[in-house]
């Protein structure tokens, strides 16, 4: 499966940011999805994971109430919206599908999609 | 959260090397422990899952280990297109990485 990410975009401080990740090849029905940043020059940092196909959505504490992760009817498109964006949240952020089966391991990774805070 | 720590935080090697990555965890995970390779900011690339798993199309001198707290990455021959950035990740709890383990060419 490959995963294709929406474009890089600018945004102001406290403005929101939707990211689109639109799978080909399969779906997200039966493989959970979680989205990850990375800072620049940082690690990895994971916003939260969505099932799908039970309508289960777990978000990192501390991105809690300003995030929201959803998946299309279809299950071929998965989004991440972050609202009140601060100057922190300049990253890189990647959809990633899990490779199936017990194992929360991430197989396919979008191409990432920069996103910068800036007045 | 659980957190993972990992070290070296960079390490320095030459072709043909064996290098040991380490991963440690503040709880036990069990074997819910997944290892990453990252080249130049690109998408991360998954190595080995559930500790000790090779994924598929991935090189057999990649090899993991371990359980609990305790877990290891092994390159038992270093390439050319080994040197990179690798992370683990545990998902006893949401997923977290660790911080990273940057190799280098000596």
């Known amino acids: 499966v490959q995963l294709v990410q929406s474009g890089a975009e600018v945004k102001s401080p406290g403005s929101s940011v939707k990211v689109s990740c639109q799978a080909s090849?399969?779906?997200?029905?039966?493989?959970?999805v979680s989205w990850v940043r990375q800072a620049p020059g940082g690690g990895l940092e994971t916003l939260g994971r969505?099932?799908?196909?039970?309508?289960?959505?777990d978000y990192a504490q501390r991105f809690q109430g300003r995030v929201t992760l959803t998946v299309d009817q279809s299950a071929t498109t998965a989004y991440m919206e972050l609202s009140r964006l601060r100057f922190e949240d300049t990253a890189v952020y990647f959809c990633?599908?899990?490779?199936?089966?017990?194992?929360?391991?991430?197989?396919?990774w979008g191409q990432g999609t920069r996103i910068t805070v800036s007045s | 959260d659980i957190q993972m720590t990992q070290s070296p935080s960079s390490l320095s090697a030459s072709v043909g090397d064996r290098v040991t990555l380490t991963c440690q965890a503040s709880k036990d995970i069990k074997k819910h422990l997944n290892w990453y390779q990252q080249i130049s900011g690109k998408a991360p690339k998954l190595l080995i899952y559930?500790?000790?798993n090779l994924e598929i199309g991935v090189p057999s001198r990649f090899s993991g280990s371990g359980s609990g707290t305790h877990f290891t990455l092994t390159i038992s021959s270093l390439q050319p297109e080994d040197f990179a950035t690798y992370f683990c990740?545990?998902?006893?709890?949401?997923?977290?990485f660790g911080g990273g383990t940057k190799v280098e060419i000596k």
């Open positions: 559930d500790a000790s």
């Open positions: 090849g399969g779906t997200f029905s039966s493989h959970p």
């Open positions: 969505i099932i799908s196909s039970i309508n289960i959505v």
């Open positions: 990740q545990q998902y006893e709890g949401l997923p977290t």
């Open positions: 990633a599908r899990e490779r199936g089966g017990a194992s929360v391991a991430l197989a396919s």
